[in-house]
């Protein structure tokens, strides 16, 4: 059973395309995350959703709009796609206690590609 | 704003020896967490190590120890025994407590030779 998964895990598209990326984790934990790892392999946190509230939005343009359904499922959605966005994206949830602080469960990324 | 080093982009070892991984950290902060995540070929982060900032004692995980200096702000990762499956990426994380926003050092390229 996956804990955390992403769907599409590889995605290539066109410039000025809308495009989704889904992740479900049933893990029952409370919050999740997008992360964003560029081509250097930097990892830079996007989002952050706690209990379907957003809780972190850290500088993203807003052509990324997250949505989150319920606490099992975080959607990112993509605008007007643009040649940087290329990157792997990867989603990620965490148990609400506290003692979890940092001890993130991360799915397999999905690979967006910007032609 | 909390920032992680990690100064070696590369290093090698060879099968079955021991390698350090380092790891500095910049804040002002007393209450905080340290990682190493790994990040394998196949892509998935996984957690390898956490260390309290409160805890002087260094947190161990089989063949992963750290040695945390919290006063130099040193955080480094050793692996002993090391194994070819131990080839990955390898990210130091600092998150400061009650935040939610795990920061992460631009990561390490281990491989481990047979």
């Known amino acids: 059973d996956t804990a955390v998964s992403q769907t599409p895990k590889y995605l290539v598209t066109q410039m000025g395309n809308d495009k989704s990326i889904k992740c479900e984790q049933n893990l029952g934990h409370d919050t999740m995350y997008w992360y964003k790892q560029d081509s250097k392999k930097f990892l830079k946190i996007m989002f952050s959703?706690?209990?379907?509230?957003?809780?972190i939005n850290e500088t993203v343009p807003n052509r990324f709009s997250p949505k989150s359904p319920d606490k099992a499922h975080l959607n990112l959605h993509i605008n007007s796609l643009e040649l940087g966005d290329s990157a792997v994206y990867f989603c990620a949830s965490r148990p609400r206690a506290s003692g979890f602080v940092g001890e993130l469960f991360f799915g397999e990324g999905s690979r967006l590609t910007v032609l | 704003a909390q920032t992680v080093t990690q100064s070696q982009p590369e290093m090698s070892v060879q099968e079955a020896e021991t390698v350090t991984l380092s790891c500095t950290y910049d804040t002002s902060e007393s209450n905080y967490y340290l990682f190493w995540y790994k990040q394998p070929p196949s892509r998935q982060m996984i957690l390898v190590i956490r260390?309290?900032?409160?805890?002087?004692q260094n947190a161990t995980e089989n063949r992963f120890s750290v040695n945390f200096q919290k006063a130099a702000k040193s955080f480094s990762l050793k692996i002993s025994d090391s194994q070819l499956g131990d080839t990955a990426m390898y990210f130091c994380a600092f998150i400061q407590g009650g935040s939610e926003k795990l920061v992460f050092g631009k990561g390490t390229k281990l491989t481990v030779n047979p």
């Open positions: 260390q309290e900032a409160y805890k002087q």
């Open positions: 959703y706690n209990n379907k509230e957003l809780i």
